[in-house]
Nanobody, 119 residues
């Protein structure tokens, strides 16, 4: 079965760093676009960062220069390095796997990991 398991969240002070991980199983990881989304209380879910199967990345303007997305296909893992964290980064962070073919669209989600930035 398909599984996406996030880890690495926690409580950190402003200016601190975290490294989120998402381990995937049950599908051909290397062919999927992997993304991190986040949802804060009272706000809609937003795309934070994405990385395609060929390594192209994109970021929300709010995290550019602070967050870095990467993937290790040998480990079926996508990472989100979070530096210079701000209170506005507080949210549940979700891992997403997405792939579209001529016949079907695949879209998988993890359970989320909480990131809290507070002094």
């Amino acid at each position: 079965q398909v599984q996406l398991v996030e880890s690495g969240g926690g409580l950190v002070q402003p200016g601190g760093s975290l490294r989120l991980s998402c381990v995937a199983s049950g599908f051909t990881f290397s062919t999927y676009t992997m993304s991190w989304y986040r949802q804060a209380p009272g706000k809609e879910r937003e795309l934070v960062a994405g990385i395609t199967s060929i390594g192209r990345t994109n970021y929300a303007n709010s995290v550019k220069g602070r967050f870095t997305i990467s993937r290790d296909n040998a480990l079926n893992t996508v990472y989100l390095q979070q530096n210079s964290l701000k209170p506005e980064d507080t949210a549940v962070y979700y891992c997403n796997a997405r792939r579209a073919t001529l016949s079907k669209q695949y879209d998988y989600w993890g359970q989320g990991t909480q990131v809290t930035v507070s002094s």
